[in-house]
Structure formats: structure tokens, C-alpha cells
């Protein structure tokens, strides 16, 4: 039975507003930051039916976050971000790797939940893989119908 689902943030829950810009979203922050009339939400925007969708749903599973940085700390979203996710795990701050499956065991066992107690949601695909080899239940995200996918596997 599935327990909690995990999710990306970056090119998950959180997008660049320039549609061409291909590069990580917290190294475009932080160089962006260094101006001084630098403002979050004028460069991204979060996916609003994705977060909508995770906030409706969580009393009944449990929802966390798994990320690379720390981009979701940005004072501009940081409240919103809280509201949803019980707890963020962060890569950088952990000293480990996402794309290692002992970074997804650890995150496991931190939750109490065996692997394929889990759903991760990610849209890179070294990480998927990575989760996948720890034994958790993935899914790719490409768009928005990975909600289909998440209510499908809860069975509702």
C-alpha cells in the first residue's frame, strides 16, 4: 500500500518563466539574486494545479519533498511550499546524491516506510532510476497528468 508520495521540485512544482532556459533553476536564482531589484516571482512560477492537487490530498497521504538545493527556502514561496509538504529533504543539505539509491533507502528509512511504501515524482530520469533501484515506485513527470497516475496508484 502506498504510504507517501515524494516529489521533485525543480521542473516539477517549480518552472522558470523563460520557457528557452534549459539550466538548473537554483544556480538561475541565485546568479538573478544578485540584482537588486531581483523579485522570485518575476522569474518562476510554481505549477499551480500540481501544488493544488498535493495540498487537497494532504490529510489523506502523507506528501514530501526531495530536491538538490535549497530554492524552496526563497521567502516568496517558502509559506506556500510548507503548507504542503510535511518535510523537505535536500540533497545538498543531506551531503547526499539523488541520483544514488542509498540517498533514496535513507530517505526511507528517515520516513519509517519501506520503498515500495513510496511514490517518487521527479523529471529527471537518473533520479528515477536511482529511486527505482532503492524500491520506490516511480513516476517520470512530464505534465500534469502524472495527477491521473497519483490517483490511479491511491485508488481513488
Not at 501544488?51 to 489523506?60: Q, R, T, V
Not at 524500491?135 to 496508484?153: A, M, T, W
Amino acid at each position: 500500500m502506498i504510504k507517501a508520495f515524494l516529489f521533485d521540485f525543480s521542473r516539477t512544482l517549480l518552472f522558470p518563466k523563460d520557457k528557452n532556459y534549459t539550466g538548473g533553476l537554483n544556480s538561475l536564482h541565485k546568479g538573478l539574486s544578485e540584482n537588486a531589484n531581483y523579485r522570485f516571482l518575476d522569474n518562476f512560477e510554481l505549477n499551480k494545479e500540481l501544488m493544488d492537487y498535493l495540498f487537497s490530498i494532504k490529510e489523506k497521504m502523507s506528501i514530501y519533498m526531495f530536491t538538490s538545493e535549497t530554492i524552496q527556502e526563497t521567502p516568496e514561496i517558502k509559506s506556500g511550499v510548507s503548507k504542503v509538504f510535511s518535510r523537505i529533504f535536500s540533497a545538498k543539505e543531506m551531503g547526499m546524491d539523488k541520483k544514488d539509491p542509498e540517498t533514496y533507502k535513507f530517505i526511507s528509512n528517515e520516513l519509517k516506510l519501506e520503498p515500495n511504501e513510496i511514490v517518487f515524482v521527479d523529471d529527471n530520469s537518473k533520479n528515477i532510476e536511482a529511486a527505482k533501484k532503492a524500491g520506490i515506485n516511480v513516476f517520470q513527470y512530464k505534465n500534469n497528468s502524472v495527477i491521473d497516475n497519483l490517483e490511479e496508484i491511491r485508488g481513488f
